[in-house]
């Protein structure tokens, strides 16, 4: 049973534009949401989260949005740029652990 | 280098062997995390300690898995007589306090043949 799905595999941006990834959950008990970015052979990096009394949180060209009714989250990258080519991972708590969508490759091109 | 340090970095081991693998946390992280991840999949939850104290294990952490941290500081992961389904990366990750965001090592790939 998949509680955090990612639907895209893969996104293809040009660079200076903007980067939406999506994520839902269906677990209405999630109440702290997480955004990681990972390259290959290293461990996922932490970007941004989110907490269940925001719908917004922005950081730098970062921001999340969470839309508690539809159980579905996204990230927004303004302005895409080539060195954020990774794959996202969404990720979702309601205790004591994260669990992980399947992620999104996301490819930014000149 | 105070960051999550995961190792070793790659082990390749034949079918049937034990194999361990260590992660050294954050040093003020009481909470240490062991996930694994296969291709086209994103890491998937294994086990966790508070200090030395297991606190949940997954279904997916089969009775050839095991995984201890004796003294509140690192930790390691043992799996006894591997099979090619256990290959995969092996991350460890860490925290202070709940609904924290996890810190993560740099993980061991691992290759059963």
């Known amino acids: 049973d998949q509680q955090v799905k990612q639907n895209s595999p893969s996104l293809s941006v040009q660079e200076g534009r903007i980067s939406i990834l999506n994520c839902d959950y269906t677990?209405?008990?999630?109440?702290?949401f997480l955004w990681y970015k990972k390259y290959p052979a290293e461990g996922p990096t932490f970007l941004i989260s989110?907490?269940?009394?925001?719908d917004k949180n922005e950081d730098g060209r970062f921001t999340v949005f969470l839309n508690k009714s539809a159980k579905h989250l996204s990230l927004h990258i303004v302005p895409s740029q080539p060195g954020d080519s990774a794959v996202y991972f969404c990720?979702?708590?309601?205790?004591?652990?994260?669990?992980f969508g399947t992620g999104t490759r996301l490819q930014v091109f000149p | 280098d105070t960051g999550v340090s995961q190792d070793p970095r790659h082990k390749i081991t034949k079918r049937g062997q034990n194999v361990t693998f260590r992660c050294d946390p954050i040093?003020?992280?009481?909470?240490l995390y062991w996930y694994r991840q296969t291709l086209g999949q994103g890491p998937e939850f294994l086990t966790y300690?508070?200090?030395?104290?297991?606190?949940?294990k997954s279904r997916l952490l089969s009775d050839r898995f095991s995984a201890e941290r004796p003294k509140g500081s690192f930790s390691t992961l043992e799996i006894q007589r591997t099979e090619q389904g256990d290959s995969a990366m092996y991350l460890c990750?860490?925290?202070?306090?709940?609904?924290?965001?996890?810190?993560f090592g740099s993980g061991t790939q691992l290759s059963v043949l």
């Open positions: 989110i907490s269940s009394i925001k």
């Open positions: 677990n209405s008990m999630f109440d702290y």
């Open positions: 300690f508070q200090n030395e104290a297991q606190l949940e």
């Open positions: 990720a979702a708590s309601n205790t004591d652990k994260l669990i």
């Open positions: 040093s003020e992280h009481n909470r």
């Open positions: 990750a860490t925290n202070i306090e709940l609904n924290e965001k996890l810190f």
